[in-house]
């Protein structure tokens, strides 16, 4: 059974940075795609960034919310099933629960897993 745990999560001031790391258990099937998402209190789950699995051996693809954009950075270890997101600036509007997904992303079966969330808290 598949598990995916995140780490890395606290409080921080608003300007500073913080580490999040997810790393999937139960299969070494590298996942078609890694994401990150996060719900803050009273607003719906958003995608924060995605990663697609690699071909032809470059890094792949990735895509972030306009929010994020030149702030986070989404990456991962495939050796390691471990998917990583740098935040840096952190702004108090980035307070929310982190969630990690591995998710099939369109191509073959389908298949969706979840971690339990990290909370982020930024301070003013």
């Known amino acids: 059974q598949v598990q995916l745990v995140e780490s890395g999560g606290g409080l921080v001031q608003a300007g500073g940075s913080l580490r999040l790391s997810c790393a999937a258990s139960g299969s070494t099937f590298t996942f078609n795609a890694m994401a990150w998402y996060r719900q803050a209190p009273g607003k719906q789950r958003e995608l924060v960034a995605r990663i697609m699995r690699s071909t032809g051996g470059g890094r792949g693809s990735t895509n972030y919310a306009d929010s994020v954009k030149g702030r986070f950075t989404i990456s991962r270890d495939n050796a390691k099933n471990t998917v990583y997101l740098e935040m840096n600036v952190l702004r108090v509007e980035d307070t929310a629960v982190y969630y990690c997904?591995?998710?099939?992303?369109?191509?073959?079966?389908?298949?969706?897993?979840w971690g339990q969330g990290t909370q982020v808290t930024v301070s003013s």
């Open positions: 997904n591995a998710a099939d992303g369109g191509v073959g079966p389908p298949y969706d897993y």
